[in-house]
């Protein structure tokens, strides 16, 4: 009898309880936030921005693999994150990235069991991360912008927490060597029109990191706006 291989697409709110809470913690808010604090001279700004509920989506900018642990560390409330379903083949790191809250999702398409694990996440005490460009980026960059960040936003009736990352792409490793800036934007209030939660988006994107839109040609075909 062939054994069901285990999905990830979908997590309800009993997932995230009491163990992935302290595995999270453990790992993010203390194993990372040494090596932040250490090794990149971390700065954080923009605290008083998050909202006091759970009722927000946090969408940074991406720059590189470091960019989720760096949010989860700096978040008040555990963040659970959307990853490739990619990532979840690879043994070893699909079960660390499982612990640690994130659900797999086909980028090309956000399907039911994304959405409603989107809702589960909301009737937790956790929050939901995803990263509305999809894939990393290149430093002084925004593009590749998708608005099914916004989509899900109004779905699930959540706002939009913005936050500029500057920096995480560098590989440090000697103290004091790196420097990383994280901008804590102001929320978005989720609208039934997506592209005015993404032009928000990316305006408030290039003020907290200083980096510059660029419009796909994809985007432009599609009738997209700067």
Request: glycine share 8%.
């Amino acid at each position: 009898m062939t054994r069901k291989k285990k999905q990830y697409t979908k997590k309800t709110s009993s997932q995230y309880n009491i163990w992935r809470t302290i595995f999270q913690l453990i790992v993010c808010k203390i194993g990372y936030m040494v090596r932040l604090k250490f090794v990149y001279r971390m700065e954080v700004h923009g605290l008083e921005n998050i909202p006091k509920d759970n009722k927000y989506i946090i969408c940074p900018n991406h720059l590189s693999t470091l960019d989720p642990p760096v949010i989860c560390a700096v978040m008040p409330r555990r963040v659970a994150f959307m990853a490739k379903k990619e990532l979840f083949d690879i043994p070893f790191l699909r079960w660390w990235i499982d612990w640690l809250g994130a659900f797999a999702v086909n980028r090309e398409s956000l399907g039911p069991s994304t959405i409603k694990t989107a809702q589960n996440i909301k009737d937790s005490h956790w929050v939901l991360g995803m990263f509305p460009q999809g894939t990393r980026g290149i430093p002084g960059e925004i593009r590749g912008v998708n608005k099914g960040f916004a989509g899900l936003a109004r779905l699930t009736k959540c706002n939009v927490l913005p936050v500029g990352l500057i920096g995480t792409n560098e590989v440090k490793r000697l103290p004091f060597t790196g420097k990383i800036i994280v901008n804590i934007g102001e929320v978005i209030p989720y609208d039934k029109n997506p592209e005015i939660v993404k032009d928000k988006w990316i305006n408030q994107i290039q003020k907290l990191t200083g980096f510059k839109y660029i419009e796909d040609e994809q985007e432009v075909l599609s009738g997209g706006k700067k």
